[in-house]
């Protein structure tokens, strides 16, 4: 609960767990929101944990120096158990530059176990409070624009769905790595409860699974979602209250079958 930025002048600014911003970042954001010291040219925070709605992180550090300030990024553990994405260590660095209504940081960021595979190209931006994220590692890329208040819009293309290989063997053991890629434009808000809504588009999309008994190639398909997030759950009861309201919105809508939980 608060944080400690001690830059090399000697100042020193404590920030709130609560603030809004932390809220509604997730880490890239956070890292940028140092931006504010950089006139400084040298400054370095370290937070033992850092929860937003979406992703858990411990033992981060971020450091800006040089006369063209550097950011740099460390964390000992993150990752984002709501959406099963396993934890992982994580080093990011960027150029941080100022611009004529906020600030740009180019860089790349990569698991600290120096899997350059995994290298991931970024540029972010802030301006007027407000974040937009870059990412590419080829052959995929990811736009993230934050709108109003929670909300955000992001945009995937060029995912391979092989980079889904462990999720799907989860739930298919015997199937190999399916082949193809998937896009989606997504509107996100961040609340309680968070809310998920737009549509989706496999294509390419191939399997092959009981020794070639079931298997497909070259398909294409796509979709919308509108998916409602429950917030922390403390029990039974909170089901039964969701139950109830989906019950409702079934009836109202006429749905031909039940939503389901």
Known sequence: ?????????????????ESPVLRTIDLAMFALSLAAVAEAHGARVRVDRLETESIIAQGIEVTLAGESPRLTLDILRVGAPALSVTTVA??????????AAGWRCV??????????SAQVGFEATIEQGRLALNLDRKPATLRAAQGDGDAWRIVLDGVPLAWFEAQLAAQWPD?????????????WRAGDPARLRGSYRVAGFGFDADGGRVAAAGLAFGGKLDVVMV?????PWD????DQLLAQYE??????????I
């Open 251 to 260: 009836a109202r809508h006429a749905l031909p079958t039940p939503i389901l």
């Open 231 to 235: 917030p922390k759950v403390e029990g």
């Open 1 to 17: 609960r608060g944080m400690t930025i001690q830059a090399r002048n000697g100042r020193m600014t404590q920030v709130s767990a």
């Open 107 to 116: 860089g790349s960021a990569m698991p600290r176990a120096g899997q350059t």
């Open 175 to 187: 199937a190999k790595p399916p082949s193809g890629s998937v896009g989606a434009d997504f509107a």
């Open 90 to 99: 994580l080093h990011a660095e960027c150029a941080l530059a100022k611009t």
């Open 239 to 242: 089901i039964h209250y969701v």
